[in-house]
């Protein structure tokens, strides 16, 4: 089983619409959490941080359920402009802390 | 300043040559990553250094040298590659356990 799963869609949706995506991941012991965005052929930016109580920034809100293993992120009125790859990522404990990537879910927003 | 500076943007070499890649950060991150990027795949752990020294090296070939003179620069020594390491080859930096940033990546081509 890998570290962390995503469905690497395509999400094909409209503009305005409502998106979510999910993300698992198999380490219980797990630190952190983060939504990453990488638009094609550029460096992955960090998105958000995901955190337990759930958190939101704008259009975007994200969710972490622990005894799940499940992060969440959810993107309101949706905009041409977020047409991108969404990377959940996943700070690998122990020692050092890793950064370890989903595949990444592709989103395309049409007019 | 959340930047990460990567040195050069695109690098086309032959078998048999010598380069470095060059990464640098002014944000007193203790951590500083470099990962392998194949075209739609998301981004693959190589090195990890903390606190100037490598933690993790996740059994790369000995072809790949990583170095990190100071806790601002991070190299990446390249001799002998393959053009199946034909890349985008992104390094990273961050606090222990916050989300990283990263840099805009060397495109590299093996020829």
């Known amino acids: 089983r890998k570290e962390v799963e995503q469905d690497p869609g395509p999400f094909n949706v409209p503009e305005g619409a409502t998106v979510a995506f999910n993300c698992t991941y198999s380490?219980?012991?797990?630190?952190?959490f983060f939504w990453y965005r990488q638009d094609c052929r550029k460096e992955p930016k960090l998105l958000m941080s995901?955190?337990?109580s759930g958190n939101e920034d704008g259009r975007f809100t994200a969710q972490l359920n622990r005894a799940s293993q499940y992060i969440s992120l959810l993107i309101r009125d949706s905009k041409l402009s977020d047409s991108a790859t969404y990377l959940c990522?996943?700070?690998?404990?122990?020692?050092?802390?890793?950064?370890?990537f989903g595949r990444g879910t592709s989103l395309i927003v049409h007019p | 300043d959340t930047e990460v500076t990567q040195t050069p943007k695109h690098l086309v070499m032959g078998m048999t040559n010598k380069k470095s890649l060059k990464c640098e950060q002014h944000m007193g991150h203790r951590a500083m990553y470099w990962y392998k990027q194949k075209a739609k795949k998301p981004p693959e752990l190589m090195f990890v250094y903390s606190y100037e020294k490598l933690s993790i090296n996740e059994s790369v070939p000995s072809r790949f040298s990583p170095e990190c003179p100071n806790s601002s620069l991070l190299n990446l020594h390249l001799h002998a590659l393959q053009p199946e390491d034909s890349a985008l080859y992104l390094c990273?930096?961050?606090?222990?356990?916050?989300?990283?940033?990263f840099g805009q990546g060397t495109r590299l081509t093996v020829v």
């Open positions: 380490n219980s012991a797990s630190q952190s």
């Open positions: 995901v955190y337990s």
């Open positions: 990522v996943v700070n690998r404990a122990g020692g050092s802390y890793i950064p370890t």
């Open positions: 990273a930096s961050s606090h222990p356990d916050r989300g990283a940033f």
